[in-house]
């Protein structure tokens, strides 16, 4: 009895943490294996097609973020980290990778090659 007891606290004190670090999930599931994520994406667009096409949007949607903007000068880059954001005078825009090591050294270099002098 008093065996059952210790062990009934134990487990009282495990069971909130293996919540938190999903361990008994891990352990268990499936008979000790583990689920892994396919480690390549598909070759295919139909993912970003279907995506797309169940995006609600009432102005513009932005291809590359299916974000929903007013104008398509308007969209964001998808990886502000690692993209500058340059607008064109026409309504556009362009992300390119960031260039250089000052801020704004990408859309310096962009508008130099649309001088063509780059």
Same mark, same amino acid.
């Given at each position: 009895m008093l065996l059952q007891s210790l062990l009934s606290a134990l487990m009282l004190l495990i069971l909130p943490a293996s919540a938190q670090f999903q361990f008994f999930e891990q352990m268990f599931n499936q008979g000790g294996q583990q689920q892994q994520r396919p480690q390549n994406a598909g070759s295919d667009s139909a993912w970003y097609q279907?995506?797309?096409e169940d995006a609600h949007c009432d102005k513009y949607l932005c291809p590359h973020t299916l974000s929903c903007v007013h104008f398509?000068?308007?969209c964001p880059c998808a990886?502000? @980290?690692v993209?500058?954001?340059v607008e064109f005078g026409d309504g556009s825009m362009a992300c390119v990778s960031k260039g250089g090591y000052k801020?704004? @050294?990408?859309?310096r270099k962009v508008e130099l090659a649309r001088k063509g002098l780059l």
């Open positions: 279907q995506r797309y398509p000068h308007h990886f502000p @980290e993209e500058d954001k801020a704004g @050294e990408a859309a």
